[in-house]
């Protein structure tokens, strides 16, 4: 399904205000879920990697985990709501060490960490916990980190058509530290910078120092 449409799914909100530009409902339901058929295939999965659900601690483990995936995919809705740059704020605004879990699409395990979340504003300023729902809302899915970090800031770049967009995440990879190589403690970090964050030294390196990425 679309990420954000003007049907049932993603609406268009009034706002208070009459002169006010409508606030953007924004939903990602996934398509197609069965749970009874996800609770199936995932107590046939354990089976045939040589685990009984047959006692009684493991007899609901197929529905909890098909509930737990369904709820990792599942992001809440919110309303992008923005307001009018009176002021003339031209400076950073950046939301720090937003927490962020989403899953590796590779390998369904789990990946968790932070993100940084910053723009220069344009005529509109944002709603500060938007930033964190955009970040839920495009990590809700199997990803990879670089195309999450990208998807945050090429989203916000042209719904708030800000001055400049800079998304910096540092996360811990299960598929690395559990498995494989087993890289405990490792981390990965990537990092998206658009407008003037990209192009200006100065602003660039001021989002870089703030998010402590430039140490």
């Not at 002021?87 to 789990?110: K, N, Q, T």
């Not at 989203?155 to 058509?161: G, I, S």
Request: hydrophobic residues 40%; proline residues 6%; neutral net charge.
């Amino acid at each position: 399904m679309s990420e954000y449409s003007y049907g049932t799914a993603a609406r268009l909100a009034t706002q208070q205000a009459p002169s006010a530009p409508p606030a953007l409902r924004v939903v990602h339901q996934p398509e197609g879920i069965d749970l009874a058929a996800a609770e199936t295939a995932a107590g046939q999965f354990l089976e045939a990697l040589g685990i009984s659900t047959a006692s009684e601690s493991l007899r609901g483990t197929p529905g909890r985990m098909a509930r737990a995936y369904a709820e990792l995919f599942s992001p809440r809705p919110f309303d992008l709501t923005t307001f009018p740059n009176d002021e003339g704020y031209d400076e950073l605004v950046l939301a720090r060490r937003i927490p962020l879990r989403s899953v590796c699409e590779h390998h369904l395990l789990p990946f968790t960490g932070t993100a940084h979340v910053g723009y220069l504003p344009g005529s509109r300023i944002l709603g500060l916990s938007k930033l964190a729902r955009v970040v839920e809302h495009f990590a809700c899915r199997p990803q990879v980190q670089e195309r999450l970090t990208k998807q945050v800031a090429d989203w916000l770049q042209t719904q708030l058509e800000p001055k400049g967009v800079g998304v910096v995440i540092e996360a811990e990879h299960s598929c690395m530290t559990l498995r494989g190589v087993q890289a405990t403690g490792s981390s990965t970090m990537t990092s998206t910078m658009l407008g003037l964050l990209r192009s200006d030294a100065r602003s660039r390196s001021e989002f870089l120092s703030l998010t402590g990425a430039a140490s």
